[in-house]
């Protein structure tokens, strides 16, 4: 038995069935999928697009027929939530696109999440409505006010069954905080505050203040040609609502504590794995850049991911890693060519699974990548739509460097690296996973006999 995917055995360990056909969002570059999370059931799946676009995909009951066979998730509500917008002071477009969404725990029969462009963080509240009122005594039918003149009864109104309507309200926007771009939103443990990163700080919100938020981080140097690195990601942690990470273009990780001081430009902790010189190239900088931080949910490791690693670190361990993978180290000779086509910028993000015993993270040609903690073995998976077709098995692939080819591999030089997979999620409590790739949304559950 595999502790890392359940009741899984280890032949059917990567056995992965696509759950549902291809959700194609559109074929234009405002359809571009930029972002997606599951809510903390699981029972819902938000996407962000280029666009300004989210799409809310709700998982179907059980059906009676076949209890066992786990619903497809079809399309919930679709809202356009941030618009482009122009800032008249600076001279600079602001775009629409959707850089991050975070759900927050229900409390009630509503859902809500957060959601985030280069600029402005907005709270939507995403509710159901079957019943409409009707009988006013001062509206008729068509809700035109009446003469109270005409009123000569008293009518108590009543709830009329209708059909289902989703709707999707904004209840905060917190604008006008951040002077750089955000990349990072990350809801706190006590559900009353959250925080927002862009390249130089990070500001701590209270949800039901949109007017001011507090400073925490502050990286900005007095003479600006001082810089030398940025924050690239940032998160709380699951249960300790005090404590938070943020990563850097320089491959490092800060730990900052915020019952010590106020503004935590001093980190607790600081991890970084000392460079092997032997190794050291003009692009090390670049592939050093950490493009993404998560926490495990058991809140005893962090995961970090650069352009050709993804890398797991122990809180009580600062001086390196204690689990490297290579995501693909076969682009190592390829450094020149992705570095001139601008490839070696992008950023990918991973996820853990909701055990913490499997990693999932993406790469080109449409792949992704997962590592098993527990037996070290790892497989990379295709999202195409050539076998998009649902329940179809997912098959490994593998990359060939050099030499000879099998007829079930694909040579480093035919990789399209047009096709990326930047964004992944993965089902909080089953081994569901979300793909972005491009515009298209891929859906895969583990194999059901």
Known sequence: MIPGLGALTQDTLWCFSQLKGTVEIGATEADIISTVEFNHTGEL??????????????????????VHRRGEYNVYSTFQSHEPEFDYLKSLEIEEKINKIRWLPQQNAAYFLLSTNDKTVKLWKVSERDKRPEGYNLKDEEGRLRDPATITTLRVPVLRPMDLMVEATPRRVFANAHTYHINSISVNSDYETYMSADDLRINLWNFEITNQSFNIVDIKPANMEELTEVITAAEFHPHHCNTFVYSSSKGTIRLCDMRAPALCDRHTKFFEEPEDPSNRSFFSEIISS????????????????DYLTVKVWDLNMENRPIETYQVHDYLRSKLCSLYENDCIFDKFECVWNGSDSVIMTGSY???FRMFDRNTKRDVTLEASRENSKPRAILKPRKVCVGGKRRKDEISVDSLDFSKKILHTAWHPSENIIAVAATNNLYIFQDKVN
């Open 290 to 305: 950490i493009s993404d931080v998560k926490f495990s949910h058991s809140g005893r490791y962090i995961m970090t991911r």
């Open 45 to 66: 799946l938000a996407t962000g697009d280029k666009g300004g676009r989210v799409v809310i995909f709700q998982r179907e009951q059980e059906s009676k027929n076949q």
């Open 365 to 367: 040609n449409n792949f």
